[in-house]
């Protein structure tokens, strides 16, 4: 080319031309038009300037690689090469630049070899389509992402291949870039894969170059992470919603000792609308408080360990008690992370504990007043009994034996025994109100515990003319049990059905040991008891419905006191009935021995008149010292009766009694202190001190024990038991047994 404007063509080369795909009609025209056209800036300028550059410095210039079109082959639709440029001078005799010689070497086979080896090696997908929509090229990362075989895509159309495209996003970025040659990126789901794709399109020569990646693991655990936070948000709130709704407090500090999180409760006992970053001074605390507190939580943070406590606080609701505990917040290694924390009221627990104090300690003390009051009760009633039992026994020694006097005799002994049943009663309901009731167990024959308990009952049933049948076992049976109790049990039982069945009834004992228990049912065809009276008549005091206008009428004592005594013997007691006019039947179940004895124990030989032994009464009760004196008087005893200890101890000095009964609640010298002034005074006396009393608590017995007595006997004393007792002595002799 010259150095003309515009540089014209003189002449070309064939390799040149073929390299351009150029023919010889570009010759003559300049050389910057022909590699002009829509790129010119930034094609033609570079190159201008370098031919300028050559005639400027008569000197080759080295354009480097650069790239540019030919007009003609624009026009054809084909994007042009990768050059690697030199133009060169060629000076005429006066050292001017007469031509240039422009001289270019294609440089892309090497560019793509070497791009093909990048595409090949990346990460992520990468293909090629040309402007008729056909895949030209994909690496090995788009077959497998896309799921071809290598090589299966080249030359297929896109939209034929991948139909599903055309309702996505990706078809019309491709669109726009083909035809605006402008990079679009979009990311979208492409259900034919079932995979989210992040897709990059740019311009290519030919076409267009897609970068892909699939995301799909990705949006999962993006979608895995918001349903988490999501969930989390949930729970929180339902976390905050719950603990804004409990008037305890709840609260979280960090290791600082700043507030997390506090509850509404808290936000409002402080007063204030949120309490995050602050500390306890800043809340309104004193500082002895603060500090306390921020020890507190120190020592949870070094030792893992919750701590609680219990302070006085005045906040917006006014001086309150609190109960508190802080808890160590760890994380999955086990450090702590915070220290969380729940505060409760307890001002009102505290007075509604303090008020149930006061209450268990004034029903104590009404407890104590009213055993008090019960065994005080027991004492003064039994006193009047005594001289009225002594009087009975006395009237049937004496008097007339006649069928009129002895049915009065009866009588009177049948009402003065159950108003001594009703004493014992009262007294047995205090004891087991203290828990002082005692079983003295032993083996016991079946048939001895049915027969003292229908002897306490024989003259109660056979006064209203009832009909007993009793029904016992063809060989003994052996319980292990008290036989005073188990008898006390039995007799109750038979004492209800006696008052609770119309004259003239049916009552009737059955018996019988079945596997490891000895099984006792008494039935009477009486008035009954109502379905609802049933589950509360073995409550103390407690009498239903039933008519208490009968003469036998009880306290309400004896079923409770019963099923009591039961269950201490490790059985138990039931009550059944079909109703009003049905009868009742009450069944008692009680452990049987282990083994039956070797042989029964010989009857005692009945005593027969007592042999003049000597007695000695002491009691400031004039009516039943005197009666008693009488009675053993009648039973053959020689009796003197003295009123108070000073004459006791006179009278023991001079006449030697072999039995001293004593009373114990005498004026001045009380029982007990003449027991212990005898033993001081006469060591060898060898009588029997017989206490008789209308005290009959455990702890009277434990004083009697303690003072030297060696029998304890309640008003009013059985006169058989008496008569028993001294003729065992005999005169002269103490009895070495004691029933303390």
């Keep these: 080319m010259t150095p003309s404007p515009g540089y014209a063509i003189v002449a070309a080369s064939d390799g040149w031309l073929r390299e351009v795909s150029a023919g010889p009609e570009i010759i003559g025209r300049p050389l910057l038009e022909v590699v002009g056209g829509a790129d010119s800036a930034e094609q033609a300028d570079p190159l201008g300037e370098s031919l300028d550059r050559v005639v400027a410095t008569c000197a080759p210039d080295d354009m480097g690689t650069v790239g540019y079109d030919i007009q003609g082959r624009q026009a054809a639709g084909f994007i042009g090469h990768r050059w690697s440029v030199v133009n060169t001078p060629v000076l005429d005799a006066t050292g001017s630049v007469e031509y240039i010689v422009h001289r270019i070497e294609d440089t892309a086979p090497k560019s793509s070899r070497d791009a093909e080896a990048i595409l090949e090696s990346i990460t992520e997908g990468f293909f090629t389509i040309d402007r008729q929509w056909r895949f030209d090229?994909?690496?090995?990362?788009?077959?497998?992402?896309?799921?071809?075989?290598?090589?299966?895509?080249?030359?297929?159309?896109v939209w034929d291949e991948y139909p599903g495209l055309e309702q996505t996003e990706f078809a019309p970025a491709y669109r726009h870039t083909m035809a605006t040659r402008e990079k679009r990126s979009v990311t979208?789901?492409?259900?034919?894969?079932?995979?989210?794709?992040?897709?990059?399109?740019?311009?290519?020569?030919e076409g267009i170059s897609v970068y892909f990646r699939d995301i799909t693991a990705q949006k999962n655990t993006e979608a895995e992470r918001e349903r988490l936070v999501l969930e989390s948000d949930n729970q929180r709130r339902m976390y905050e919603t719950a603990l804004d709704s409990t008037p305890d407090f709840v609260y979280v500090f960090d290791l600082e000792h700043y507030v997390i999180y506090a509850n509404q409760s808290l936000l409002t006992m402080w007063g204030v609308a949120d309490a995050r970053g602050k500390k306890w001074m800043d809340l309104g605390y004193e500082q002895w408080h603060a500090d306390m507190h921020d020890r507190e939580i120190d020592q949870v943070i070094s030792t893992r360990a919750p701590i609680r406590g219990e302070i006085p606080f005045t906040g917006t609701n006014g001086r309150r008690v609190y109960e508190y505990i802080f808890s160590?917040?760890?994380?999955?290694?086990?450090?702590?992370?915070?220290?969380?924390?729940?505060?409760?009221?307890?001002?009102?627990?505290?007075?509604?504990?303090?008020?149930?104090?006061?209450?268990?300690?004034?029903?104590?003390?009404?407890?104590?007043?009213?055993?008090?009051f019960l065994a005080t009760l027991s004492h003064e009633l039994r006193n009047p009994l005594a001289p009225l039992r002594n009087s009975i026994e006395l009237l049937r020694m004496i008097g007339r034996d006649t069928g009129q006097s002895a049915t009065i005799h009866m009588m009177m002994e049948r009402q003065v025994n159950h108003l001594v049943r009703l004493v014992d009663d009262l007294l047995e309901t205090s004891r087991i109100s203290r828990g002082n009731l005692s079983l003295r167990m032993e083996r016991v024959g079946?048939?001895?515990?049915?027969?003292?308990?229908?002897?306490?009952?024989?003259?109660?049933v056979g006064a209203v003319g009832h009909e007993l049948s009793i029904d016992l076992p063809a060989q003994p049976v052996w319980l292990q049990g008290d036989p005073v109790r188990l008898a006390q049990i039995l007799g109750n039982l038979l004492s209800n059905a006696a008052r609770y069945t119309p004259d003239g009834g049916r009552i009737e004992v059955r018996a019988s040991a079945q596997g490891d228990e000895a099984v006792i049912v008494v039935r009477d065809n009486g008035m009954g008891i109502t379905p609802d009276e049933l589950p509360r008549m073995f409550e103390m005091f407690s009498r239903g419905g039933r008519d208490s206008s009968r003469s036998q009428g009880g306290l309400g004592i004896g079923l409770a006191l019963s099923r009591k005594l039961a269950e201490m013997h490790g059985g138990t007691l039931v009550g059944s009935s079909d109703g009003i006019g049905q009868g009742s039947e009450f069944t008692l179940r009680v452990p049987l021995a282990e083994s039956a004895p070797e042989h029964a124990d010989a009857p005692a030989e009945g005593h027969g008149q007592l042999v003049r032994s000597r007695v000695l009464v002491v009691d400031d009760n004039i009516d039943a010292g005197d009666s008693l004196g009488q009675v053993l008087g009648l039973l053959g005893a020689e009796a003197r009766v003295v009123r108070d200890g000073e004459q006791a101890l006179e009278m023991f000095a001079d006449w030697r009694p072999a039995v001293v009964v004593l009373d114990i609640g005498m004026p001045g010298m009380n029982g007990y202190e003449v027991a212990r002034t005898l033993h001081a005074?006469?060591?060898?006396?060898?009588?029997?001190?017989?206490?008789?009393?209308?005290?009959?608590q455990e702890n009277d017995r434990r004083q009697a024990r303690e003072a030297g007595f060696h029998h304890h006997l309640l008003k009013p004393a059985d006169i058989g038991v008496l008569r028993e007792l001294v003729a065992s002595v005999g005169p002269g002799h103490s009895l070495a047994a004691t029933n303390l």
């Design 328 to 372: 160590p917040v760890l994380d999955p290694e086990g450090e702590v992370v915070a220290v969380a924390g729940t505060t409760r009221d307890i001002t009102e627990r505290q007075a509604a504990e303090q008020a149930l104090r006061e209450q268990a300690q004034r029903l104590a003390e009404a407890d104590r007043a009213k055993d008090e």
């Design 137 to 157: 090229y994909a690496n090995p990362e788009a077959h497998r992402i896309l799921g071809r075989h290598p090589g299966d895509l080249h030359g297929r159309n």
């Design 681 to 696: 005074r006469f060591p060898d006396h060898g009588a029997t001190l017989v206490a008789l009393t209308g005290w009959g």
């Design 446 to 460: 079946l048939e001895a515990v049915v027969s003292n308990a229908v002897e306490t009952v024989e003259s109660l």
């Design 188 to 205: 979208a789901f492409y259900a034919d894969l079932g995979s989210w794709f992040e897709v990059t399109a740019y311009p290519a020569p």
